[in-house]
């Protein structure tokens, strides 16, 4: 997949859909999907060379100073994986970007947390003196949400660079702590 990298504060504005454009030195004719990945500058708290997101490059806009201003959508995130950028756009092979819920949207997230919760208290409602609830009584459904959520901040862990307190205990642990079959 094309790709591109941008600074780490960049990458997280863009996960969170805060950030649609990119100020580049090049124009490309490529209009698409492209994997957005931070670059190699290192921010306390921020993501460093690290794969977070996939856009929609819907346009390239020439400035007035000459430079290019790159126009694009979110499309979703990605389970994070170390990048090595370079210049321009480059490619990444498409078989290592696992796509889940996106846990950056905070409606989409509390609505799989909602989902998850309100599964397991009818299922405790039901099984008030169980301790752990067996893999096998769980909906796949239900279990590949709360897998996919714990293994995205797992993931997205280790390419914080220098992590605050908070992100440590939210980024260090399991919340659902789901049996693999």
């Known amino acids: ?20 454009t990119d100020i580049k030195t090049e124009a490309t004719d490529f209009r698409g999907d492209i994997l957005v990945a931070s670059n190699g500058i290192r921010q306390s708290g921020l993501p460093t060379r690290m794969a977070g997101a996939v856009v929609a490059l819907t346009d ?8 290019f ?34 846990w950056y949207d905070t409606k989409a997230e509390d609505a799989a947390h909602a989902k998850i919760g309100a599964w397991i208290d009818a299922y405790v409602a039901q099984h008030p003196d169980i301790e752990r609830i067996p893999r096998t009584d769980i909906p796949d459904e239900i279990a590949a949400m709360a ?15 220098k992590p605050s ?17």
Do not use: C
């Not at 790709?3 to 649609?20: A, E, R, S």
């Not at 390239?60 to 430079?67: Q, S, Y």
């Not at 897998?147 to 660079?161: G, H, K, N, T």
């Open 1 to 20: 997949m094309k790709t591109i990298t941008v600074d780490p504060q960049y990458l997280v504005d863009i996960m969170i859909g805060q950030k649609t």
């Open 60 to 67: 390239v806009v020439e400035l007035a100073d000459g430079r």
């Open 69 to 102: 201003e790159w126009q694009f959508t979110l499309r979703n995130l990605v389970r994070p994986f170390r990048v090595v950028g370079q210049a321009g756009l480059f490619d990444v092979d498409e078989n290592v970007i696992v796509e889940p819920i996106n």
């Open 147 to 161: 897998s996919s959520f714990d293994q995205w901040r797992l993931a997205y862990y280790p390419f914080i660079e």
């Open 165 to 181: 307190k908070q992100q440590k205990l939210a980024f260090r642990k399991t919340r659902y702590d789901v049996d693999h079959e």
